[in-house]
């Protein structure tokens, strides 16, 4: 096993109790995108366990895998295009957020199949311009929803990471008309949602009935610029990827490194092979990030290939062939963080840890903390 990407459970428990902490309003734990990396299954059992009352995916298939591995806490899922298989869905209470007329009829159907009113939020586009009823509220507002038990209604913020943003206000303000209009057509008593992790995090007015926390459940910050780094926000980040070098070999000065040859060794070196490359998540844009290992940082040298990528390890390393070293983790000890990796390549740490690929196995059970 060259590569592993270990998972501490305990720290997303932490994560659940230190948000809990901060809001009264019940918490949906949101576990896409394979818990954004860290493990859907896993993950979700574990932030049941620590106090989150649903789960958030974007996909029915993800919700699915969540049944089929006995998880029956609430699963709301909100990326579910038409043609997807509402019926099953039903059949095994998934809550499904309804964004469109084309998914409203369609979800309405099936459960008319069925014999039985699907569970439903409805989302609203409140200024975001992605997901959400924006055009066709009107439509909706007419639409008959016997087939439909309307349980929530919800909306996603665009600038939650940037406190005292004016567009969101404007959205809180457009989501209160939304659940008023819906009001006055007799729809009410709805757990209303509007906040993601950042607004968790610092908008105290946005909280409603439940918030729906990712990054933070993950220990990562939403926004490093604006909020500050994990630790600084009482987050315990959970991923720590570490890879095994391939080889080390010593080099000397003056040598071309990797595809391109965009960088060469400055002086007589050590080299080190390190056994992942972009198609296990490592940007291959990255540069001014590295690895940690020895307790001190390598940081890469060229190009990262498909499968691997070179560090510098200096002239004095006594690290050796078949080493591990840290590609990120939490940045206790002096290795870098995914905030690290997002800075080397232009991204986000969100993307940095759902990359990492399915070659990679999650290791659940250090305790880095
Ligand atoms: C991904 C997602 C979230 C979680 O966002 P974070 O910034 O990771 O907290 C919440 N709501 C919706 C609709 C999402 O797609």
Redesign the pocket.
Known sequence: MRAEMRIDLKAIAHNISMIKERTSSPVMA?V?ADAYGHGLVEVSKTAIEAGATQL?V?LLEEALTLRAHGITSPVLA?LTPPGSDFSSAIKQGIEIAIPSMAIFNEVSDAAKKLDTRARVHIEVDTGMTRGGFLDEWKTLLKADFSNLEVVGIFS?FARADEPGQSQNSLQRAAFLSAIADLKAIGITNLVRHLS???ATLIDKDSLFDLV?????LYGLT?DIHNLGTSLSLGLKPAAQLRVQLHLVKKVPAHSPVGYGATESTTADTYLGVVAAGYADGIPRIAHNAGVFVNGQRAPIIGRVSMDQFVVDLGANSQVKSGDWVTVFGPGLHGEYTADDWADASQSIN?EIVTRIGPRVPRIYEPHVY
């Open positions: 949101v896409k958030g974007a909100w996603h993601n992790s950042a729906r926390v990712g990054i933070a939403p969100y």
